[in-house]
């Protein structure tokens, strides 16, 4: 999609994905600020996503998107009860040997579910496809589970998106992302700053 096409789309913006977008940016802005209610932001956004993406045959986001909402009641129950006695539960971190196996696991997964899109399905971008799935995945758990990285993990993912979702004909959602990138960025510091002043 050209930059011509790109600003037709926006002109003819979806209500639908529109309404996915504003979602989606909640659910962000509250996981920032650690509100619990950013799970009922993404289950609703994500249910909406579901089906825009599999009229835009990226498959594996699709799919990603029933785990969504399966994250999105876990973290739900996990922010809530998850904490042992706390207040809430606390930001964590992980150590470099963890970081080193969800990389390799995201490249493995990468590799072997892209080489069966290409080669049974008529989508586009089966590597991109696979590699935002898996990396999302991977960082959809941390957030779940409170580890500071995962801001960092979404810098990368969330970057590749911007283009994917942007030759995908789904330009709002494009530009969710940009929005995202800077997020993501003010998300990683408050949460580090979360991480610092928490008790041992």
């Known amino acids: 999609m050209n930059a011509e096409q790109f600003l ?26 650690q509100s619990i209610w ?11 996503y579901f089906d825009l993406f599999l009229d835009r045959q990226l498959y594996q986001q699709s799919l990603l998107q029933i785990f969504y909402l399966i994250m999105a009641v876990y973290g739900y129950w996990h922010w809530r009860h998850g904490a042992r006695g706390k207040q ?36 586009p971008l ?3 496809d696979a590699f935002t799935t898996w990396g999302s995945v991977v960082t959809t758990w941390m957030v779940a589970r409170k580890v500071l990285e995962n801001w960092l993990y979404w810098l990368v993912v969330d970057g590749v998106l911007v283009y994917v979702y942007f030759i995908s004909s789904l330009p709002a959602t494009a530009l969710l992302f940009v929005v995202y990138l800077g997020i993501v960025i003010a998300g990683y510091f408050s949460w580090r700053r979360t991480l610092r002043l928490q008790p041992a």
């Open 8 to 33: 037709l789309e926006l002109h003819n913006w979806s209500p639908a994905e529109l309404l996915a977008v504003a979602l989606a940016l909640a659910y962000l802005v509250l996981a920032m600020r």
């Open 126 to 128: 089966p590597y991109l």
């Open 88 to 123: 809430e539960l606390p930001v964590t971190t992980w150590p470099l040997r963890r970081h080193l196996q969800a990389a390799t696991a995201v490249l493995v997964l990468t590799t072997v579910t892209g080489w069966l899109e290409a080669r049974y399905t008529d989508a």
């Open 38 to 48: 950013c799970w009922p932001c993404a289950f609703a956004s994500t249910a909406i």
